[in-house]
């Protein structure tokens, strides 16, 4: 009896009945021993001790410091460090550019990581699962071609991606409106794309998603790839039809594929500097594409105000943080991974 | 028995693990106090480098010492400063002067100015430069340096143009030397207008009529894009202060409430608007990038005019029209009843070379300075660039060639003392927010009253807010 327990002290363990070889080990003398051997001691300096520390040093105590600066008034050029309290999160509440911003922020983590998971998804059912209905279940005719060009767009950086659209929406020589007014749409002459409130805002979000759906493509089509063939067949058999069984199946076996795609676009969403920085540096006609990253980026660089910058970076921290939370919930309250038979 | 026991024993992963984040969390709080005092250990100078100071070597620069300037790397490149760097070293035999290149002079020096060890010498430009008012505390006094004679004997001040250490004067405070005399003037094609017959215009309602013969050829009047829509920022700043003089200008600056609902710069705001109205401005800036928006300009002539600072000549000369004969006019008053006459000119001295105190060779720093000042780095400094230094009397009559350095010579030359800048725009930091408005207000998106608005609230924040030092102005 006393011998069940998976670490009981010693005399039981070498009384015990039927315990394998292994665990009895666990609580013997010789697994004391065996604790402080070389090897044993440069295992955990190789593989917790120093990325542990490189942890501390690069992820934990940035954060930390910035929590800390972010009640400071630092100018970020000098070495006086001046604390204020919580004053610079007043002042954020106070500060409509930044408000402004964090609404910006907010849309594009709403609208983009649905858009874009959306697209992937139903492109990734068309070339896996969504093809002729007789025979084997297969994607469409040349989904291998699809799978390729879709992929495309991720291999550029963002950064190019960028400049290559701010050229296509050039209101005057851009590829764009060429096209527009090519047919005969004669209204998009000289039309500001990037310049007029009312589709800065989108054109943004559509390179964003245009850059990324290749990448969650291939993620959901890898996600797919892993359902045995037979459970689309018998569900065939059954009557389902495409729409059906990407509804009751695929989407219910790739749950947790959808939920990581779904927290990394969105802190991609959240941030998009790189893409803004391309596309609208001022932050875009009337704010209107002013994003959080941006806001502190020239708050700190050009304002100089770097403790103020940093309360900032802690607002857009505690909106991640809550966006994953958020996402977490969602998947949770709405089936969570027990309707999936493991 | 089942249960105490293994509780009592298990040293498990998970637990290690917490007990791993717990010291990690407290290694991080000591970390932090480490760091955040790190700093302030060497904030007194290291500058302990000084040799004797005489007429030849004013600063005391000590024997076989190193200079590192970090300068800018924009239209003007960086070869004029090496050229100076070598001079340096020539008159100072043993002593050696490094140069680098940095496009991003905050993000790149931030940290030397946390630590304590910044460069001797900067050139503190382009859109990523440090905030003046950021640092101005950190800077060496540089009057010694225009006190002090050139390589050729000649008191430095007495060589340069009048007002150019203005624009670097803080508080009294001498900090910041601006090298480069930037002329700011509405250009045209010289050619272009004396094909059609055109003349330059003088006020704002003698450029609406010029707006309308140009439509007749199928052209606009004015352009922008969307980085520099603040250029038509700066052109109505200086009209405002030539029409209602120098009170204008001192409104501004010290940041007064309703200072842009002054007169003076409500007529400007009109007569743009007017002009706005009527459909001379090619559409589409907002969404164009400025240096495409400037090629419509100088290579296409869309447009006619272009607001903008003299480097203009240098940043599209791949893409100017053969023939085009870039000229500058002074900016366009309201009426001719104007506080100044239309001769005066927005002009300042750009591109701020600053030695910051704490570097390890103040002296070298100011002695790096003494070599661009003299006549050799100057000249070769406007021949190389088409851009003028605050030395004067350096370019000879054909501009080098260059039209656009005749005019602005000859800009000068008729402006006599009426020349005037102001600092507020830079000085705050203020620039990307009113670009959002300019963008709006140049597309046709707002009125007047809604400009004038966004930019008072602007100026209303800055002044409001206690974190931002003032510089008054008098």
């Known amino acids: 009896m006393t011998a069940v327990g998976p670490v009981a002290p010693v005399e039981g363990a070498a009384a015990g009945v039927g315990l394998r070889h292994g665990l009895r080990q666990l609580g013997s003398p010789r697994w004391r021993k065996r604790n402080l051997t070389f090897d044993r001691i440069s295992f955990f300096a190789v593989f917790l001790v120093v990325p542990l520390a490189a942890y501390i040093a690069f992820v934990v105590s940035p954060f930390v410091q910035a929590a800390y600066f972010s009640l400071t008034s630092w100018t970020g050029f000098s070495a006086d460090i001046p604390f204020v309290g919580l004053s610079n999160y007043t002042k954020l509440l106070d500060d409509d550019i930044f408000l402004k911003a964090v609404g910006n922020s907010v849309v594009l983590a709403l609208v983009l990581p649905t858009v874009t998971l959306v697209l992937a998804m139903f492109f990734a059912t068309l070339v896996t699962v969504g093809g002729s209905s007789r025979g084997n279940v297969r994607g469409l005719a040349g989904s291998s071609f699809y799978r390729i060009v879709s992929f495309f767009p991720y291999v550029v950086p963002a950064i190019v991606i960028g400049l290559i659209w701010s050229q296509i929406y050039d209101p005057n020589s851009g590829l764009l409106n060429g096209i527009l007014t090519k047919v005969g749409l004669d209204q998009f002459q000289s039309f500001a794309w990037l310049g007029e409130v009312g589709t800065a805002k989108l054109a943004v979000m559509f390179v964003i998603v245009w850059g990324l759906v290749g990448f969650y493509l291939v993620l959901f089509i890898a996600a797919i790839k892993g359902i045995p063939a037979e459970v689309f067949e018998a569900a065939r058999v059954d009557g389902a039809g495409r729409f059906r069984s990407t ?28 893409y803004m920085a391309a596309l609208e540096p001022g932050g875009g006609p009337e704010n209107s594409t002013l994003v959080i990253s941006q806001r502190l980026f020239t708050t700190a660089f050009t304002q100089g105000q770097f403790g103020y910058a940093c309360a900032m970076g802690v607002v857009l921290a505690v909106i991640t943080l809550a966006y994953a939370g958020l996402v977490f919930l969602v998947i949770r309250l709405t089936g969570g991974r027990d309707e999936v038979a493991e | ?25 407290l290694a991080a709080t000591g970390g932090l106090a480490g760091c955040a005092t790190s700093g302030t250990g060497s904030t007194t100078p290291s500058n302990t480098a000084t040799g004797a100071a005489s007429a030849d070597n004013p600063f005391g620069l000590a024997a076989n010492s190193s200079t590192e300037a970090v300068i800018f790397k924009g239209g003007y490149g ?13 008159k100072n035999a043993g002593s050696t002067v490094k140069v680098s290149p940095a496009t991003n002079i905050a993000q790149t020096l931030q940290p030397r100015f946390v630590a304590g060890n910044p460069p001797d010498v900067i050139d503190n ?13 950190q800077l060496a006094d540089l009057t010694d340096v225009i006190n002090a004679n050139n390589y050729e004997g000649t008191k430095i001040a007495d060589t340069l143009y009048p007002g150019v250490t203005a624009p670097g004067t803080f508080d009294g405070k001498f900090v910041q030397l601006n090298y480069v005399l930037t002329v700011y003037a509405l250009w045209y094609s010289a050619s272009l ?14 450029m609406y009529e010029l707006g309308g013969q140009a439509k007749a050829k199928g052209k606009y009047l004015l352009g922008w894009g969307k980085e520099a829509a603040t250029y038509y920022q700066t052109m109505a700043i200086a009209s405002a202060i030539k029409q209602g003089g120098n009170d204008v200008r001192l409104a501004l600056e010290n940041l007064k409430p309703d200072c842009w609902s002054m007169p003076a710069v409500q007529s400007v705001f009109t007569g743009l608007k007017k002009i706005i109205d009527a459909g001379y401005v090619k559409p ?3 969404g164009t990038v400025f240096t495409a928006a400037q090629a419509q300009w100088s290579n296409d002539e869309d447009f006619l005019l272009y607001p903008s600072g003299g480097w203009i000549e240098n940043e599209m000369k791949d893409q100017t029209k053969d023939g085009f004969k870039m000229t500058g006019a002074p900016e366009p008053t309201v009426d001719s009843s104007s506080a100044m006459p239309w001769e005066a000119l927005h002009s300042t001295a750009g591109e701020g070379y600053i030695v910051p105190a704490q570097g390890k060779n103040v002296a070298g720093g100011k002695e790096f300075l003494r070599a661009m000042l003299s006549k050799d780095a100057a000249t070769n400094f406007a021949k190389t660039t088409f ?19 005749q005019s602005q010579v000859k800009m000068l030359d008729a402006a006599g003392t009426n020349v005037f800048t102001w600092n507020f725009v830079d000085l705050y930091g203020t620039n990307t927010d009113q670009l959002v408005l300019w963008n709006t207000f140049l597309q046709g998106g707002s009125d007047v009253a809604t400009l004038t608005k966004g930019l008072q609230s602007i100026t209303d924040k800055i002044a409001a807010d206690d974190s931002v030092k003032k510089v008054p102005v008098s």
């Open chain 1, 247 to 274: 509804i009751s199946i695929t989407i219910p076996l790739v749950r947790d594929n959808i939920q990581t795609a779904y927290i990394y676009m969105g802190i991609l969403a959240l941030d998009a500097f790189v």
């Open chain 2, 1 to 25: 028995m089942n249960n105490p026991v293994p509780t009592l024993r298990s040293f498990d992963r998970r637990n290690f693990l917490r007990g791993g984040l717990a010291a990690a969390a």
């Open chain 2, 78 to 90: 960086i070869e004029y400063a090496e050229f100076a760097g070598k001079a340096m070293q020539t």
């Open chain 2, 125 to 137: 430009s382009g859109a990523g430069l440090i905030g003046i008012n950021t640092i101005r505390d």
């Open chain 2, 193 to 206: 207008f004396e094909q059609n017959g055109w003349t330059v215009p003088k006020t704002y309602d003698e």
């Open chain 2, 284 to 286: 589409g800036g907002a």
């Open chain 2, 387 to 405: 851009s003028s230094s605050i030395v004067k009397g350096l370019i000879p009559e054909d501009g080098f060639g260059s039209t656009a350095l």
